[in-house]
């Protein structure tokens, strides 16, 4: 019974770390948009923007990786996996700005965020998640909550930017059922995040190159949102996402990972001056609910936890 309570607490602790590491994510990718404006406000193009975040951040990672002396050398089979997860990584962020040139953001934002449902009925369909009301009342919140919190009355469709959209949210799944292969659960988390920060500047090296944008930031008003940029919303964001997947699994990650546009809304209101209007708010109190019922335990679980402990 000890034994069997203390495998319980470990997996809580592991858990709530894996949920705190989403958050943590969310608060990076979220800061994103606004430091973005704040740096196009400053002349930086967004070719430019790309390389030095991921350049930066990439060095670091590397830096790291070198200095500790980690095994960076994967296995064939890791490999191939961590190709698939940087392309899909890449595909993330160019299919988003493709489907930005034909629909508003927010029908963008409503489309690529369907990832949490195909995730979840992924897992449910092959059997590496149990069917549960509780999950699938989840998703359908956290839908209903994005919606209210981007939906715009003059919103209006275009097929070939929903299909980038939808690439953007396809992109996602490869990107998160990938961290949660088991050949790249063996590999180190430092050396997983490294791969996908150096993948994703060698493809805006060349975009930069093709599009003949700067590489680099001129003046330090530039740099410092450059290595914000860098540091809080590529390095941390990329380690404590590869870390949180591996260990809360991909349907878990990706529900929290909804939150995102409610503290992209924060930060928008708070740095650049963004309006938050009621239905925002409305949206983001559903969102909170959805994680907060996703992440709840179920009855047989808690019935389990009881029995041990008496």
């Avoid at 060349?206 to 410092?224: A, H």
């Amino acid at each position: 019974m000890s034994g069997d309570s203390g495998d319980r607490k470990k997996m809580s602790k592991t858990r709530i770390t894996g949920i705190a590491l989403i958050m943590g994510t969310n608060v990076g990718y979220a800061l994103v948009p606004s430091l973005s404006f704040l740096a196009f406000d400053q002349g930086v193009e967004t070719e430019t923007l790309l390389f030095s975040k991921f350049f930066y951040a990439a060095v670091l990672m590397w830096a790291y990786i070198f200095i500790k002396k980690l095994p960076f050398r994967l296995e064939k089979k890791a490999a191939r996996m961590m190709i698939l997860i940087g392309l899909a990584y890449i595909g993330i962020a160019t299919t988003l700005y493709f489907a930005f040139d034909y629909i508003s953001g927010s029908l963008a934002t409503i489309v690529s965020f369907t990832f949490p449902a195909m995730i979840v009925a992924i897992e449910m369909i092959t059997g590496k998640e149990k069917v549960r009301a509780s999950r699938i009342s989840a998703v359908i919140l956290s839908m209903i909550g994005l919606i209210f919190i981007v939906w715009s009355p003059d919103i209006s469709a275009n097929l070939i930017g929903i299909l980038f959209a939808l690439g953007t949210a396809i992109s996602y799944v490869v990107y998160m059922m990938g961290l949660a292969a088991e050949c790249i659960k063996k590999s180190n988390t430092l050396v997983v995040a490294g791969y996908v920060l150096l993948m994703s500047t060698v493809f805006n090296f060349f975009r930069c190159l093709l599009s003949g944008k700067p590489l680099f930031t001129t003046g330090f008003n530039q740099l410092w949102l450059m290595l914000v940029l860098a540091v809080f919303c590529a390095f941390m964001a990329i380690l404590f996402f590869c870390m949180g997947v591996k260990l809360i699994g991909p349907g878990n990650a990706a529900i929290i990972n909804t939150f995102e546009p409610v503290l992209a809304c924060f930060f928008g209101y708070t740095l650049v001056g963004d309006v938050l209007t009621r239905n925002m708010l409305i949206g983001s109190a559903l969102v909170v609910l959805a994680v907060l019922i996703a992440n709840w335990p179920s009855a047989a679980a808690r019935e389990k936890s009881a029995a041990d402990s008496s």
